[in-house]
């Protein structure tokens, strides 16, 4: 397993020796093929900024329980998982969240909505989203990139999408959408 670790720290004497430990970090990168459950003391990270842990068999609700309530959360990156179930809601308390990664994992449902006005980067390919792509998209004004790709997500591209001023990179392929892509996009 490889951790990458910068500054941070708060203490509490009513912890374990683990869990202080884990409060150090502000940046976390997981590797070598972890397995199962993803450890619940991470909740204890609340200085946690960036989360990095792709292409594991991370498994489990710690979206729900443990990521959702790291609210400086800034970077998640857990694409090439086995994360089951619908997008959390929840994610959306990540107030400070810019880079979202949940591709190439069993994500089943609808998009959620409500995320914050930071965010720059979506990535939600390869999963089994169903459902509209959703109308709010259009508030997301930092949004640089959505990658909505390999799913079955329906019916029309909402045509707010087509204003978002940063939008540089947008990949819904492999998907049952319809809709015209104005001229003005390309010009």
């Known amino acids: 397993m490889m951790m990458m670790v910068t500054a941070g720290y708060s203490e509490s004497s009513q912890q374990s020796d683990d869990v202080k430990a884990l409060m150090v970090f502000k940046s976390s990168s997981i590797q070598n093929d972890p397995k199962g459950e993803f450890p619940s003391s991470f909740i204890s990270c ?12 991370i ?5 729900y329980t443990v990521v959702s309530n790291l609210t400086m959360l800034k970077y998640l990156y857990l694409p090439i998982n086995n994360i089951t179930g619908s997008v959390p809601l929840s ?16 994500f089943t449902g609808e998009l959620p909505s409500g995320f914050c006005s930071s965010l720059k980067k979506i990535l939600l390919s390869n999963n089994l989203l169903s459902g509209n792509v959703l109308l709010e998209i ?3 004004k930092n949004l640089q990139t959505i990658d909505l790709s390999l799913n079955n ?11 978002l001023p940063r939008l540089s990179k947008l990949v819904m392929w492999g ?13």
């Open 175 to 187: 998907n049952k959408l319809i809709g015209v892509i104005p001229e003005s996009v390309c010009g």
């Open 91 to 106: 994610l959306t308390r990540c107030d400070q969240l810019q880079e979202l990664d949940l591709s190439s994992n069993v």
């Open 153 to 163: 997500l329906s019916g029309s591209i909402p045509s707010e999408i087509w204003t």
């Open 59 to 63: 498994s489990g609700n710690f979206l």
């Open 138 to 140: 259009g508030k997301y």
């Open 46 to 57: 609340s200085s946690l900024e960036s989360l990095n842990i792709r292409n594991n068999q």
